[in-house]
């Protein structure tokens, strides 16, 4: 059974830094492309970064790119999401994705989601 | 970037009824298009990929289809689990994008 579950959420100051992870199992984490998206209370979903098996190409949504880093460590079967500089509309919770490609590109299997509340 | 506009944002309906639920992207998009379902509190869930294709153990009251730039989600016979949010996402080039969900409410 896929199981991805995020952790690092919580509170933090305007301008902060957080580094969120995703710990996955159940399979062969090295062989997907991965992915973060959030969602604000009581909005909608939000997508902001991909990242390829190898971690040799990297997409982001404009408004995070250069805030946000996403990485991985295959042999630990993790993924992360560095995010620096952090704004009150960065409060969401953060769900990490896998990705599989089906004739077409989905996001197949979800973490639960771990929440990230920017506020001084 | 790929603009995807969802309607509507909510609607009510009754066990048993037919639903409906669309998307419009800005662009043509191919087959790059998925549904999901999210219940309240809970992350989203898979439901159609490449516009029309059922994810493994869902219901087959749900059924996808469009081709271009529309797209539809249709279930069937309402029951009552299917009372949640939905959202469309495209994935056919960066930034990949959602719609901005339909509430299916009672």
């Known amino acids: 059974e896929v199981q991805l579950v995020e952790s690092g959420g919580g509170l933090v100051q305007p301008g902060g830094s957080l580094r969120l992870s995703c710990e996955a199992s159940g399979f062969t984490f090295s062989s997907y492309w991965m992915s973060w998206v959030r969602q604000a209370p009581g909005k909608g979903l939000e997508w902001l970064a991909n990242?390829?098996?190898?971690?040799?190409?990297?997409y982001y949504m404009s408004s995070v790119k250069g805030r946000f880093t996403i990485s991985r460590d295959n042999a630990k079967s993790s993924l992360y999401l560095q995010m620096n500089g952090l704004r009150a509309e960065d409060t969401a919770v953060y769900y990490c994705?896998?990705?599989?490609?089906?004739?077409?590109?989905?996001?197949?299997?979800w973490g639960q989601g771990t929440l990230v509340t920017v506020s001084s | 970037d790929i603009q995807v506009t969802q309607s509507p944002s909510s609607l009510s309906a009754s066990v048993g009824d037919r639903v409906t639920i669309t998307c419009r992207a800005s662009?043509?998009?191919?087959?790059?298009f998925n549904w999901y379902q999210q219940r309240p509190g809970k992350a989203p869930k898979l439901l159609i990929y490449?516009?029309?294709a059922l994810q493994g153990g869902v219901p087959s009251r749900f059924s996808g289809s469009g081709s271009g730039t529309d797209f539809t989600l249709t279930i069937s016979s309402l029951q009552p689990e299917d009372f949640a949010t939905y959202y469309c996402?495209?994935?056919?080039?960066?930034?990949?994008?959602f719609g901005q969900g339909t509430k299916v409410e009672i």
């Open positions: 994705g896998r990705l599989e490609y089906r004739s077409a590109w989905c996001q197949d299997s």
């Open positions: 996402l495209q994935t056919y080039s960066a930034p990949w994008t």
């Open positions: 662009q043509i998009i191919g087959s790059s």
């Open positions: 990242m390829k098996h190898d971690g040799s190409e990297i």
């Open positions: 490449t516009v029309s």
